[in-house]
């Protein structure tokens, strides 16, 4: 990955006070931004928006794990995901707008897009990953990672996750094939809601771009038509 954070400073206290208050800053341009684009696209795309920030255990566990030295400055230089942010959008269309909207964030930088959605992994989970940089907090440049997700991945994700870690379960064909299966159905799901969502775009772009005069001749039709049937 490109220009990783440099931290030279090895205070935990101080790392994740930074993060903390750099996970603050996403927050609310996320929110923001949410703000801007859904004034141009004309329906809710953002659902819900949620954050965590990895403890100090974890992170040290993860470093251990992953063979790398245990210290802050460690963690800032090879941890993607101490900050970590959650996005649900309604449509898969809406993740990729976000995406394009994610390089207006004043002080932040996209390192690199993982597209589960395009390339699904295994398992069958389906996000878009973006592994970012963000020097919100005087110089102190941090690694975040914001998942961006429908409705239907999320739930997929969550249920999954909860099956999967349930700590005596065996390694099971049968589960996992049903899981992919599910993954799926979920997806078509995702792609006709989507098509849905278009289709009725393109009517109602149709219905604001006629005249005024054939607008208000078809809305006396639809009040004569519903008056006649009460
Ligand atoms: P780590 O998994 O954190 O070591 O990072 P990585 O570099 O392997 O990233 P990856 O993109 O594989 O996954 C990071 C995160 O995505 C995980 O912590 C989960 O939140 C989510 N994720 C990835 N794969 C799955 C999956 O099969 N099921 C579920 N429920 N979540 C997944
Ligand atoms: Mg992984």
Not at 1 to 19: H, N
């Amino acid at each position: 990955m490109p220009d990783r954070a440099v931290w030279t400073t090895d205070d935990w206290d101080e790392m994740l006070y930074t993060c903390s208050r750099t996970q603050e800053y996403l927050l609310t341009s996320l929110l923001n931004l949410k703000y801007s684009i859904e004034r141009d696209h004309h329906h809710t795309m953002l659902r819900s928006i949620s954050s965590r920030l990895k403890s100090r255990e974890s992170i040290e566990k993860k470093l251990v794990r992953y063979r790398f030295e245990v210290s802050a400055a460690s963690a800032c230089q090879n941890l993607h995901d101490i900050i970590g942010l959650r996005v649900i959008l309604s449509y898969i269309d809406d993740i990729y707008s976000l995406v394009d909207a994610l390089s207006t964030i004043e002080n932040y930088q996209i390192l690199e897009i993982k597209d589960y959605i395009k390339h699904p992994k295994k398992t069958g989970y389906r996000s878009l990953h973006v592994i970012g940089r963000c020097d919100a907090t005087n110089g102190r440049p941090v690694l975040c990672e914001i998942q961006l997700r429908t409705t239907a991945m999320d739930s997929w994700a969550a249920l999954e996750h909860q099956l999967r870690y349930k700590k005596d379960l065996p390694d099971s064909d049968y589960v996992n094939r049903e899981l992919l299966e599910c993954a799926k159905m979920l997806n078509e799901t995702d792609i006709k809601m989507q098509q849905i969502h278009r289709y009725l775009d393109v009517q109602n772009q149709k219905e604001s771009a006629a005249p005024e005069s054939k607008r208000t001749s078809e809305s006396r039709k639809t009040t004569r038509s519903s008056k006649a049937k009460s």
